[in-house]
């Protein structure tokens, strides 16, 4: 996982690694004292591993799959970069295509992402 381990905006490092070869299923508490100080990159912002995930209060994790989730659900928007942004071709002549969440959309003014 270290030769890839930037995922939509979130950088594990060795943390990516060090959760492919921990034991499951694995406690929160043995995963903390563990992992607990490994540090997240997440655009201009960094967070331990604890600090993102103790708000969830699991008893358990089964996988490393099952961490990676829930660090990518605890993330704010900023590791994500540019808001609506896409690198998809623009609209072809006489198409009307609004990109999605654009402000102006319908429906849209008053929805947060989270």
């Not at 996982?1 to 594990?12: F, P, T």
């Not at 591993?49 to 099952?66: G, I, K, Q």
């Amino acid at each position: 996982m270290s030769d890839n381990s930037r995922e939509l905006g979130v950088e594990l490092g060795d943390l990516g690694d060090a959760l492919e070869s921990q034991t499951y299923p694995v406690g929160e508490d043995e995963l903390f004292e563990q992992h607990g100080d490994a540090e997240i990159e997440m655009g201009d912002e960094t967070a331990t591993l604890e600090e993102l995930l103790e708000p969830l209060n699991e008893d358990e994790y089964e996988s490393a799959d099952e961490v990676t989730q829930a660090i990518m659900n605890m993330v704010s928007d900023d590791a994500i970069g540019r808001k609506n942004y896409s690198d998809r071709t623009p609209p072809a002549v006489g198409e009307d295509r609004q990109d999605e969440g654009a402000p102006d959309q319908e429906g849209q003014r008053e929805q947060e992402s989270f």
